[in-house]
């Protein structure tokens, strides 16, 4: 079992910044990919980034390519997504997952946080 548990969210103004953390408990955390994902009210949820064992980051999709930065610290359990440039549809909630292999695939997320919420202001 991997417990996951995000920190940084809140409110914020359009063309700030936030960095988002992803703290992990349990298996090693070093063993597993990471994945954020965002769903915002009345959307399917979203592929925002993932990073392999080793701290290679996938492709960003388009709406945060150039914007957002994923990265993880093994020695710290943890993962985190600098979000720099935001706007008012980065509002969402952000959740961090894991996953054993590396995915940009929600369902293929075996462990979740319970997400935290941010709001962009225009």
């Known amino acids: 079992q991997v417990y996951l548990v995000e920190s940084g969210g809140g409110l914020v103004q359009a063309g700030g910044s936030l960095r988002l953390s992803c703290a992990a408990s349990g298996r090693t955390f070093r063993n597993y990919a990471i994945g954020w994902f965002r769903q915002a009210p009345g959307k399917e949820r979203e592929f925002v980034a993932a990073?392999?064992?080793?701290?290679?980051?996938?492709d960003y999709p388009d709406s945060v390519k150039g914007r957002f930065t994923i990265s993880r610290d093994n020695a710290r359990n943890t993962a985190y997504l600098q979000m720099n440039t935001m706007n008012p549809e980065d509002t969402a909630v952000y959740s961090c997952a894991a996953s054993l292999f590396f995915t940009r695939r929600a369902p293929d997320y075996g462990y979740w946080g319970q997400g935290t919420q941010v709001t962009v202001s225009s």
């Open positions: 990073i392999t064992t080793s701290g290679v980051p996938a």
